[in-house]
Nanobody
Framework: QVQLVESGGGLVQAGGSLRLSCAASGIIFRINDMYWYRQGPGKQRELVAKITSGGSTNYTDSVKGRFTISRDNVDNMVYLQMNSLKPEDTAVYYC???????????????WGQGTQVTVSS
């Protein structure tokens, strides 16, 4: 089994910054793509950022230029640096990853429990 644990959420004023971290642990041969999702109050969960095992990144338009996703393949970590935060960034942020247990077979998808980010105006 694999566990994803997020940390780094909190309350911040508009214009401020936060850095989210997500640690993957358990039976891990390799982690393929890693993601950050978020779900704001009364909204559907949305994909915020994606990073491949090779380091290629993609972002939803609303966070481009403000958020940066990165990863540490040695320690099985993924990060989300969030700058110039806006009240509309308020949400529960979830870590997600495609993980291979062994060299053979496909990857399985896992979710973290989420961390709350609240941006005050």
């Amino acid at each position: 089994q694999v566990q994803l644990v997020e940390s780094g959420g909190g309350l911040v004023q508009a214009g401020g910054s936060l850095r989210l971290s997500c640690a993957a642990s358990g039976i891990i041969f390799r982690i393929n793509d890693m993601y950050w999702y978020r779900q704001g109050p009364g909204k559907q969960r949305e994909l915020v950022a994606k990073i491949t095992s090779g380091g290629s990144t993609n972002y939803t338009d609303s966070v481009k230029g403000r958020f940066t996703i990165s990863r540490d393949n040695v320690d099985n970590m993924v990060y989300l640096q969030m700058n110039s935060l806006k009240p509309e960034d308020t949400a529960v942020y979830y870590c997600n990853a495609d993980v291979k247990w062994t060299r053979f077979g496909g990857a399985r998808n896992y979710w973290g429990q989420g961390t709350q980010v609240t941006v005050s105006s």
